[in-house]
C-alpha cells in the first residue's frame, strides 16, 4: 500500500511565497510521475504541475513562472514551490503518484491566498 502525506500548505498574503512537500512510503515503482493538483470551491479537480521520475515537467498554463516542481527520487519526495502567489491559487493541494493502476492520492493540504 502507497501512503502520501503532504505538508507545508497554510495561509498567505498575495505576492508571497508557500512551498509544499509530500513524501510516498509503501511500495512504489522506480518508473512513476509525481504531481500536484488543486480544487478550489465548486470547481474541478486540476492539474498544477507534474513531473516524471526522469525529471521532465508539466505546468498549468496559469502558474507557469511561478510555480516550481522538484522532486528526489531517492527519498520519493515531491515538492511545489509556489511564488507571487494570487488569490485566485486558494484552494485544497493534493499530491499525486501514478505509476499506472491504481493512482495514489494524498490527503490535501489546504493553501489560502489573501487579497
Known amino acids: 500500500q502507497v501512503q502520501l502525506v503532504e505538508s507545508g500548505g497554510g495561509l498567505v498574503q498575495a505576492g508571497g511565497s508557500l512551498r509544499l512537500s509530500c513524501a510516498a512510503s509503501?511500495?512504489?515503482?522506480?518508473?512513476?510521475?509525481m504531481g500536484w493538483y488543486r480544487q478550489a470551491p465548486g470547481k474541478q479537480r486540476e492539474l498544477v504541475a507534474r513531473i516524471g521520475s526522469g525529471g521532465w515537467t508539466n505546468y498549468a498554463n496559469s502558474v507557469k513562472g511561478r510555480f516550481t516542481i522538484s522532486r528526489d527520487n531517492a527519498k520519493n519526495t515531491v515538492a511545489l514551490q509556489m511564488d507571487s502567489l494570487k488569490p485566485e491559487d486558494t484552494a485544497v493541494y493534493y499530491c499525486?503518484?501514478?505509476?499506472?493502476?491504481?493512482?495514489?492520492w494524498g490527503q490535501g493540504t489546504q493553501v489560502t491566498v489573501s487579497s
Open positions: 509503501g511500495r512504489i515503482s522506480s518508473i512513476n510521475i
Open positions: 499525486n503518484l501514478d505509476a499506472g493502476l491504481p493512482n495514489y
